[in-house]
């Protein structure tokens, strides 16, 4: 019977969780696109409309002579979000997920998507119609067209569509082949949509919003000085902006024309050969600005013209006469229909390269770093309330579902000076649901009730006019995770920590250093599926270009330097059970012996003159230190962790103790209070294990 104890006991101790890694590798873990409608919320189309949507394609792309039709989940300008007036594979495939892209022929309709949306295809889109293509199991896109399609066939895009690259890789293939690859201006979906009756919407065109210097730190005037500076080194006689953050950032302009991203549909033309206002071309709606724009442009001393939105390939291809035998600058983002337009002159050279602002608008100038550490101040206070307000609501035995969580995180952020909205589609998983990487909870359809016994991941993130914010923090509900999950709670922190901490020589590249965020896991054999941190946006887009920290190389990477921010965000998701991951955005900073680092004090080198970098954390919200294995955490662990809680606890203690908030402050102090190694959990005991010492005790 001792022997069965034993044996009992060491099943349980060596039960580990298995290492989950998804089929799709993420850049990043919140989603980058449209939020996903999920399984079980939505009905698919009925089979009569898709029938009708399908026909009302196909007679339109027989009456111009296109065999197949290809149509991407894309905007035309490569935005990360879509508009509804974009989401057109939505709808005439019926998947409403945020990923996929359809082609459509005269006999077929297939529908390529990742792993996410695989069963959301089976619930929205109607099987008889549609042919799932599964991404990384099935062939791609350009595989099936030239193995399907005969020589001679004719395949179209809508050149807004795709990127100029994107472009070039399908047409060799297909050339290869003998089959066309045709751009056509109007997009052959939309004609489909008008033909039946069903137009589709009209594409936003909200006011602009000026965003003064006080929040900016420099007018608009001089950023595009700095770009004309850069311009006139090219030898570029034009610079067309595409990127509507770039546009943004550049004029000092935000909107509402798309969810959670404050930009607006826009091109913007800067030219070298003109002179004010007339070098300064902004396409935007019909070419009218309000007159608190203009006033808030003149202030900033920029004068510009603006034009309707409808004209920009129109003026490209003028400009690319006038211009004869001069450079233009096209990022290497732009549309193929941007540079189609552009080459319609004969004699122009191109110059192609990342964007220009891009570079500038990733390196934070003192007032924008000022906001940012401003707006996490504010929104640590939205955050320490919301959860505060879960674990007094479940403790009182009220019935709180995930989307009472994100209501509750958005009305408190709500409160906060120059809110200005979520940064994203709030991730709240609750159990099962947080090992969904990209999962949003939608108010519609069935609710997932948080229990006592979860471990909830919240993944969120605020709009303010000072600054954009992303935090995610998992807790377990009644502070007794598994051992399991103690023991990935704990990893993943040590990843956090490891790359939260590192010393780097300036400039060295996001990918190179990926792997401190990583080892902890990977020293048991877990990994996970996105990326590590992204660049964010001063009130800009949350993901923000060309600033990633990702396993794989990223090309136009700027490399690490001081006053960036990025996010850092390791995590372990156990399929159909849990999901952990602990995100901080920080700001890097120069490190040397004065800085304010937990390895400040053994600094005695910057890499022979290179310079060294570290990361300063901005987020501020605790860290659940009741779920961690502190015999797993090295003194270095601890110290960073009581230094970071001490930090939260005096910097947003004073604001609750003045708006009155008492009992949240008593629970943020027992959240900051240090941990020792004394704090090491106890063994848990399970009923198993007691039955069994209970038998082993009888025999």
Request: hydrophobic fraction near 40%; charged fraction near 20%; aromatic fraction near 8%.
């Amino acid at each position: 019977m001792a022997r069965a104890f034993v044996l009992i006991i060491w099943c349980l101790c060596f039960s580990i969780s298995r290492c989950h890694i998804p089929n799709n590798y993420y850049d990043s873990a919140e989603s980058v696109a449209p939020v996903a409608v999920l399984p079980g919320n939505v009905t698919k189309l009925t089979r009569s409309e898709s029938q009708e949507r399908l026909r009302a394609v196909r007679v339109v792309l027989a009456s111009r002579a296109v065999d197949a039709y290809i149509v991407p989940t894309a905007d035309a300008h490569n935005s990360q979000y879509i508009a509804p007036s974009d989401a057109r594979r939505e709808w005439v495939s019926g998947l409403r997920g945020s990923s996929g892209t359809s082609v459509v022929t005269a006999t077929r309709a297939l529908v390529w998507t990742d792993a996410r949306y695989f069963t959301q295809f089976e619930v929205e889109v109607d099987g008889s119609l549609w042919e799932l293509m599964r991404q990384g199991t099935d062939p791609s896109i350009q595989n099936w067209l030239v193995a399907n399609m005969p020589p001679n066939s004719v395949v179209a895009v809508d050149p807004t569509t795709y990127t100029r690259n994107s472009w070039n890789t399908l047409q060799a293939a297909l050339t290869r082949a003998n089959i066309k690859l045709e751009a056509i201006s109007e997009n052959l979906i939309d004609l489909a949509r008008v033909s039946i009756g069903d137009d589709p919407p009209s594409r936003p065109n909200n006011p602009l919003i000026p965003l003064t210097v006080n929040f900016t730190g420099r007018p608009s005037s001089d950023k595009i000085s700095q770009l004309l500076q850069q311009m006139n080194s090219r030898g570029a006689s034009a610079l067309v902006l595409t990127a509507l953050d770039d546009i943004a950032y550049t004029l000092n302009l935000r909107g509402t024309d798309i969810p959670f991203n404050p930009v607006f549909f826009a091109y913007l033309v800067i030219r070298t050969d003109l002179v004010a206002p007339n070098n300064i071309i902004l396409f935007w709606g019909n070419g009218v600005l309000s007159s608190d724009i203009s006033q808030h442009l003149a202030s900033e001393n920029t004068q510009l013209q603006a034009r309707p939105y409808a004209e920009i390939f129109t003026y490209l291809g003028t400009l690319a006469s006038e211009v004869s035998g001069r450079s233009i600058w096209l990022s290497d983002d732009a549309s193929h229909a941007v540079y189609s337009a552009v080459e319609s002159a004969s004699n122009v050279n191109i110059q192609s390269s990342v964007s220009p602002v891009a570079l500038m608008k990733v390196i934070k100038n003192e007032v924008e770093l000022q906001g940012f550490r401003n707006a996490h101040v504010k929104d640590g206070v939205a955050v320490v309330r919301a959860l505060y307000w879960l674990h007094r609501q479940l403790d009182a035995g009220a019935e709180v579902t995930e989307v009472g969580l994100v209501n509750k995180l958005a009305e408190y952020r709500s409160e906060e000076t120059d809110s200005m909205g979520p940064s994203f589609s709030t991730i709240a998983g609750a159990g099962e649901n947080g090992a969904i990487i990209h999962y949003s909870p939608l108010s519609e359809g069935p609710q997932r009730v948080i229990t006592k016994d979860d471990m909830v991941l919240v993944d969120s993130g605020g709009q303010y006019k000072d600054g954009t914010t992303d935090i995610t923090r998992t807790r377990h509900m009644n502070s007794s995770p598994t051992p399991e999950q103690r023991r990935a709670f704990t990893r993943v922190m040590k990843g956090q920590i490891a790359l939260g901490t590192a010393v780097l020589p300036a400039g060295i590249l996001g990918h190179t250093i990926e792997v401190l965020a990583r080892k902890a896991l990977w020293d048991i054999g877990l990994n996970y599926g996105h990326g590590t941190g992204h660049g964010v946006g001063h009130y800009l887009n949350v993901h923000e270009a060309p600033a990633w920290i990702l396993s794989a190389v990223s090309v136009d990477d700027p490399g690490i330097r001081p006053n960036m921010i990025y996010s850092n965000e390791p995590g372990y998701y156990e399929v159909g059970e849990y999901g952990i991951r602990h995100e901080d955005l920080v700001q890097t900073i120069e490190m040397n012996s004065s800085a304010d680092h937990v390895l400040a004090d053994g600094i005695i080198g910057d890499f022979d003159g290179r310079g060294a970098v570290a990361f300063y954390t901005i987020s501020l919200a605790p860290h659940q230190t009741a779920c961690l294995d502190v015999n797993l955490l090295t003194d270095l662990e601890i110290k960073y962790l009581n230094n970071y809680h001490a930090r939260v606890l005096t910097t947003l203690g004073p604001i609750l103790e003045q708006r009155g908030y008492n009992d949240v402050l008593e629970w943020l102090t027992d959240e900051c209070a240090p941990i020792t190694r004394s704090s090491a959990p106890a063994k848990v005991v399970t009923p198993l294990v007691l039955i069994s010492v209970f038998v082993a005790w009888l025999g």
